[in-house]
Each structure stands twice: as C-alpha cells, then as structure tokens.
C-alpha cells in the first residue's frame, strides 16, 4: 500500500547508483588534480593509512601482548574504511589514468561492488568526523600527548582522520551522498553498538567509558542519541558541502576532466530529487 501515484521500490538507483554507472568519471577525478596526479595523492593516503593501522595493531600487541580488542574500537574500525577507500579509489583511479581517463574498472563491476564503493565512500566522509569531535570533546585527556606514540598515533587516528575526508569532501569530482545513504549509516553505528556491549561481555571492558550505563546512568541514552543526532548533522553538512563545490566547478569551469559533461555534473543529486509520475513506475 502507498500513496496514489507512488510505487516505492528499492533499487540500486535509490542509492546512488544508475544505469549506467558514473557515466562523467566523477568518483575518478578532480576540479585541481589530473587523475594521475588525483591516484598518486589517495595511494599515498592509502600508504600513510595502512602503515598507521599496522603499527598501532602491532604496538597494542606487544605492549599489551593482546591485540584482541583492536577491531572493538570504532576509531579503529572507520580508520580502516579509510585504509580500504584509499585503496581501492587509488586504483581505479590510476586504472583510469592510464586507459587514456576514458572509462575506469568499476564502471563494468557488478552492481553490488558499485554500491559497495559509494557507501563506503559516504562512510569514510562521514564516520572520520564524528570520530575526531567525539575524541576531543569526551575522550582526550592529558595520556593524549604523553609519549610520541601517542601524540602520533592520535592525531594520526583522530585529527588527520578528518583531514583525510576532507580531502574527499573537497578536492574531488565525487558527487554528494544520496539521503538513502543515512539509513545504512545508521544501521553501521547501530551494529557498532553491538559490537561495543558483545566486547564488554566477552573481554570485560567498555571500548569508550560513555557506553558504562553503571557510570553514566540517564546520560547514556543522552550520549548514544547525541551521537545519532550528531550523524545526521555531520551527514547533511557534508552533503551540503559536496553539492556548494559541485555547483562552484560548474560556475568556474573548474572541471579538469574533457569528458565530464555539464549535465552531467548533478548526477548523484538527482537520484535523490527525481521523483516517481502518476504514469510511470520505479524499476526494481
């Protein structure tokens, strides 16, 4: 049942992902950068983001001798979404560059591998930020900067975190998020909840002291639907910015890319602001 003239179906259209898929490139260039120099620059984040990831994995287990809750820590868990978006979006975008920037891999993946790529792409501009502002308003204390692993490993893990999405939200042709995308962001946090409580029961520890309900009482259920505000906000300035800096390269024409169509350039925003007529209906 729905309203007359409306037939909702979920596809892959509703999430950001058409037929055919990225026809303008976009998630493989930017306004500033040649896409050779474009993948040179995400495989250097990708370098930086997994040595990071490795050291602090192989600190925690020699100096704890355990490195069993090393995947119970949402900061470690997003910072690895970095690592894996780096990568990946390094390597089309080489791939692109050296097939002449005509077309990249993922344009004939299956669609699955395509939705994959976007979400993660929603994930790793949104989930950095709410880790950098929840960090350094609850969790830093004077431990923060006490050793130079530390002081290293924080702002690696919980400053340039953010840097690193911003240079996405920024600096490239990636088109805005749809709003379909912020159910499955929730379901992430959600299922990350999970993961925090199951880690208390099987290893005995809180990952963040905010989650001890014998602790914070009432303020839990404050904090967790703080965060969850707090994650549209994050969700819908990010959106907000990605669409200001799609419209200013349109104005200025500065799209790098030759092949980059004009009306091309709002793709993503139309999977969100097309709407169904009487006389058609959605595709499955």
């Known amino acids: 049942m729905g309203l007359p003239g409306w037939k909702f179906s979920l596809s892959y259209e509703w999430f950001g992902v058409p037929v055919p898929f990225d026809p303008a490139c976009k998630l493989v260039t930017s306004p500033f950068f040649s896409p050779l120099v474009l993948g040179a620059l995400r495989l250097l984040l990708a370098v930086y983001s997994l040595i990071t990831t490795i050291t602090v994995l192989v600190f925690e287990s020699v100096r704890y001798h355990d490195a069993s809750g090393f995947l119970s820590y949402f900061t470690d868990l997003s910072y690895i979404g970095?690592?894996?978006?780096?990568?990946?979006?390094?390597?089309q975008t080489i791939a692109f560059a050296l097939r002449g920037q005509k077309t990249h891999p993922l344009q004939s993946w299956p669609r699955i591998l395509q939705f994959l790529h976007v979400l993660l792409y929603t994930t790793i501009t949104v989930f950095p930020i709410i880790v950098t502002i929840v960090f350094w308003s609850l969790l830093s204390s004077s431990a923060t900067f006490a050793t130079q692993y530390s002081a290293w490993s924080n702002i690696s893990q919980h400053a340039m975190n953010s840097c690193f999405a911003l240079f996405e939200i920024l600096l490239t042709n990636v088109g805005?998020?749809?709003?379909?995308?912020?159910?499955?962001?929730?379901?992430?946090?959600?299922?990350?909840?999970?993961?925090?409580?199951v880690t208390y029961a099987t290893q005995g520890f809180y990952t963040y002291s905010f989650l001890d309900p014998s602790k914070e009482h009432g303020f839990l259920a404050v904090y967790i639907i703080g965060i969850a505000v707090g994650y549209c906000i994050v969700f819908t300035i990010v959106k907000g910015i990605c669409s200001l800096r799609c419209r200013l390269v349109a104005r200025y024409g500065l799209d790098s890319s030759e092949q980059v169509p004009p009306e091309a350039l709002e793709q993503w925003e139309h999977v969100d602001v097309e709407q169904p007529k009487e006389s058609t209906t959605s595709e499955a």
């Open 82 to 91: 970095l690592v894996a978006y780096f990568w990946a979006s390094s390597i």
């Open 176 to 197: 805005p998020s749809p709003w379909t995308h912020m159910m499955p962001g929730f379901l992430l946090l959600a299922c990350y909840l999970g993961v925090a409580y």
